[in-house]
């Protein structure tokens, strides 16, 4: 991956680290960490960097091979050497080379030229090899002390020609006479204009009991060495390398995916995010990446599989038979199981262990655990899942499956009594060992777990599980429902629709016409959500849906049922008393949870077609009985929901409080969708009070959230909120952009109501660009939405309806006509919203005092009254400007 975050601190740390061997206080950094930590990259990054901040400076990088490792003495420092005496490009600097024939005679002499250049490195430590470790010399050779001596003189002086940095990659593949001499330059630059820098794996070295842990050691002493150990990534930084490798935001959940697939090692963070996206799992929504489909079965990326398969072939057979057993249980392991599972003494296995994690570093004690049956367990983790999962691919066949059944068994014994708190262990090993009844009954009961502590991703996963296990339509129908409920509340809408569509498929052909019933309902629900059907459609269905649950006595699926109708446009007829109704039925159902359901249901109709005053006590009995039962996601609804009533009574305080717990509620649950929905809302009051800004970013997140999980009718009232904005900002070309877009979608989905609004705001944004033609055929089309709908009742699109009628009469210098649709509008809004009805007497008084009309001062001083106890601060600015023009004339 190209892309460098998250490493500010280290290369700082180097930058300030170069600046003291300017100054003459030369020393050596060793930067060690994990492979795929990023080493080699920070250095590679920092010298890069170092041209333009210190062009003075001259870099010789060398590295030492895998491939030659200690059969070649001197390697890196041949490399070096050919880089101290060639300039740039590889052109030989000749004053530098009589230099060399001066001071390092031995080393020009095994290091040939060939046609004016040096030979290659390779080729020249196999000549010093030659020439000093064996073989036939052609005089005697030098001895170690005079090859360092020369080594450093010559280095030495290229120093003083310039400050100089040496770099060699991968020390940890030095052979020992490169340590040693490594360990003799080191201690002579402490007092020059020189900084060596190294990188090693730490965990190479202690295997290995490589030469270059003592030297460390000693030139810590003599305090010219310091070490850079690079951590993990932290989750700031692996998000911002996410969205500069794909170009986009990142959805949490896709990061945390990664996150547990590959931990915060860069180099396997990397090539799990490039697999991602060549196999699907990562998907674009709109503007940002979110997790797709995961597969049940995933390859490992080669390159990173390749890492760990070279670290793991150094084992011992003995440590790689523990650690492929531990694999098995997972990516923690408990030492009593595991002692069991190798039939080994558990204190040997903790002496076993304690090596491999301090040496190898492939795991780690992350605690201690009392188990049920009284014993104590070291729970052990994988350094990284993917050392687990490389460890666990290479078990196969029918010793796969045996290893699996033997770990449940032994779970199932030591956590006897107990075994909910590790149903979805218990889950996956049944089902590697083909053993379908545990597998399935540990999969729901880990499925319910994780619903109730929100974890609705996992509660999906353990489903799929459940639904491979199933082994009667019953169970597969069970499963089925869970898993379009579960994909629902997380706002994964073509999951839950494929789930509701299988299940209800199922349910046909295997006589559940109850069963049925309420899938189909539900089914209802999520395609009224995000819009995959019509608002005709949907609404000739629930007819269909509430005969047939009458018929059958379906009181529950009937409540549903009527409860849906409300979400319809034109809904106002009969909105109250079909609440009422599934309030009672709930009732004499006797259930607690639909009951309380009922009355948040009554308050919501009350609050869309009545009074919102009458809507706050039922709001609040329900939230009442909701926290109760701890049931999060209600709790949330209704605190929205008393935050709208609040907004619409005139109590902004309350309703951002309001809005503030239901945001928390929904986040505490896991739903994206409802907290989307409830920033809505507190956009639109932010719009009101003039935090126009803070206002913005609400709604942006809102239409993200709706965007990226396809949520079509929950973007509608986001979309129309940022179009509403630019009226605020008098932003006309934005706003008729979004009222188009509000338009285009709300036609889509068949939601006329919202339709017509877009029109009228479309025609209000014409219209104060002097375009009266244009914003005369937006209230055409508005009429012709609106007629017949509803007869009698009053909407928002009414009242849009008679604002735009009024604004145009007014261009066309009829001001009676506007101040009777905005009276007409204000007479129906008096008892519905202050801040709306205050906007309308404002539009009137303003109108009134433009032509010249009585009572403009009146009803500009009552807006202006009511529009300061809300604290609507635009509008009444804009009154006070109003009455002050009165004044003055």
Not at 338 to 360: C, K, N, Q, T
């Amino acid at each position: 991956m190209s892309s460098f975050v998250g490493r500010e601190a280290e290369l700082g740390r180097l930058g300030a680290r170069f600046e003291r061997a300017l100054g003459g206080r030369g020393g050596v950094v060793l930067v060690t960490g994990d492979a795929g930590a990023g080493k080699s990259t920070i250095v590679r990054h920092f010298l890069e960097g170092l041209g333009s901040r210190w062009p003075e400076a001259r870099v010789v990088a060398a590295g030492c091979s895998e491939q030659y490792g200690a059969d070649e003495p001197y390697q890196p420092f041949v490399e070096a050497f050919r880089g101290l005496v060639q300039g740039s490009g590889g052109v030989e600097r000749r004053g530098f080379r009589e230099l060399a024939k001066e001071l390092a005679p031995y080393w020009l002499q095994a290091i040939p030229a060939v046609g004016g250049l040096l030979a290659a490195a390779t080729s020249t430590a196999f000549e010093l090899k030659r020439t000093f470790g064996g073989g036939a010399p052609a005089a005697a050779p030098p001895s170690e002390e005079a090859l360092f001596f020369q080594y450093t003189e010559l280095f030495l002086a290229a120093a003083l020609d310039a400050p100089l940095v040496l770099f060699i990659d991968d020390l940890h593949w030095a052979d020992r006479a490169s340590i040693a001499l490594l360990a003799h330059l080191a201690r002579k630059v402490a007092d020059q204009r020189v900084l060596i820098l190294g990188t090693y794996r730490a965990a190479d070295v202690e295997v290995a009991r490589h030469p270059l842990k003592q030297a460390r050691l000693e030139l810590e002493r003599y305090g010219v060495v310091e070490e850079m150990v690079l951590g993990s990534l932290d989750g700031d930084a692996l998000r911002h390398w996410a969205e500069a490798e794909l170009g986009a935001s990142i959805d949490p959940e896709l990061l945390r995916w990664l996150e547990q697939r590959a931990g915060s090692n860069p180099l396997f963070f990397g090539e799990m995010l490039k697999w991602s996206v060549e196999n699907g799992v990562a998907q674009r929504r709109g503007e940002e990446w979110a997790l797709g489909e995961v597969p049940a079965e995933m390859d490992i990326p080669r390159s990173a599989e390749s890492v760990i398969e070279k670290r793991l072939g150094r084992l011992d057979p003995e440590v790689y038979r523990i650690l492929e057993y531990a694999s098995v249980e997972g990516d923690t392991f408990h030492s009593p199981v595991l002692a069991r599972l190798l039939e080994m003494d558990e204190l040997a296995l903790e002496e076993s262990l304690e090596p491999i994690g301090r040496v190898h570093r492939l795991i780690r004690l992350a605690s201690t655990l009392d188990l049920p049956n009284g014993d104590i367990a070291s729970v052990y983790e994988f350094g990284h899942s993917l050392i687990q999962d490389v460890l666990h691919h290479g078990i196969q066949g029918k010793r796969r499956i045996l290893l699996h059944r033997k770990v449940a068994g032994i779970l199932e014994e030591i956590w006897a009594g107990g075994t909910s708190a590790i149903a979805q262990r218990l889950a996956v090993h049944y089902d590697e060992g083909r053993q379908s009844d545990r597998a399935y009954a540990f999969s729901v009961e880990a499925a319910d777990n994780a619903r109730r502590v929100y974890a609705h991703s996992d509660a999906i996963d353990l489903l799929r599980r459940a639904l491979r296990n199933a082994r009667t339509d019953g169970e597969r129908l069970d499963a089925l429902q869970r898993l379009g409920d579960a994909s629902q509340r997380i706002g994964r809408f073509a999951d839950a629709r494929r789930a509701f569509a299988d299940a209800l498929r199922l349910a046909d052909t295997s006589g559940h016409a109850q069963r049925a019933l309420s899938i189909r309902v539900r089914a209802l629900q999520v395609e009224a959500e995000c819009g995959g059907r019509g608002a005709h459609e949907i609404e000739g269905e629930l007819h269909q849906l509430e005969s047939i649950a009458t018929a059958q006595g379906a009181g529950t699926e009937l409540c549903q049922i009527l409860w849906q109708f409300r979400h319809l446009p034109g809904a106002a007829s009969r909105g109250i008393a079909r609440a009422e109704a599934a309030l009672a039925l709930t009732v004499s159902i006797g259930s607690g949870e639909l009951s309380a359901r009922g009355y948040l249901e009554l308050g919501t109709a009350h609050m869309a077609f009545g009074s919102p005053a009458d809507a706050t006590p039922h709001f609040l009995q329900a939230l009442r009985l909701f926290e109760e039962m701890r049931d999060q996601p209600r709790i949330g609804a209704c605190q929205n929901h008393i935050g709208v009533t609040r907004v619409l009574c005139g109590d902004y305080p309350g309703a951002a409080t309001a809005f503030a717990a239901a945001v928390r509620a929904h986040e505490t649950a896991g739903d994206p969708v409802a907290a989307a929905s409830v920033r809505n809302n507190l956009g639109a009051l932010l719009i009101r009070l003039g935090q126009w800004e803070l206002a913005e970013s609400q709604l942006l997140e809102a239409v993200r959230v709706a965007r990226r999980l396809d949520v079509g009718a929950r973007l509608l009232h986001p979309l129309e909120n940022l179009a509403r904005l630019q009226d605020a900002r008098a932003d006309w070309p934005r706003a008729q952009d979004c009222w188009t877009r509000v338009r285009e979608q709300a036609g889509a989905l068949g939601y006329w109501s919202s339709e017509a609004i877009a029109h009228c705001g479309f025609g209000l944004a014409r219209l104060e660009q002097d375009d009266v033609e244009g914003a005369r055929a937006a209230l055409e089309r508005a009429d012709a939405l609106l007629q017949g709908r509803g007869p009698g009742e009053w909407s928002e699109a009414h009242a849009f309806q008679h604002l735009l009628g009024a604004a145009i009469a007014a261009a066309e210098l009829q001001p009676e006509r506007a101040a009777e649709l905005l009276e007409q509008a204000e007479t129906e809004l008096f008892r519905r919203d202050p801040y709306a009805w205050a906007h309308f007497r404002l539009r009137r008084g303003e109108i009134l005092l433009r032509f010249g009309r009585p009572g403009a001062r009146e009803l500009l001083a009552g807006a202006r009254d009511t529009l300061a106890g809300l604290g609507a601060e635009p509008l009444l600015r804009r009154a006070e400007s109003l009455l002050d023009n009165l004044e003055a004339a």
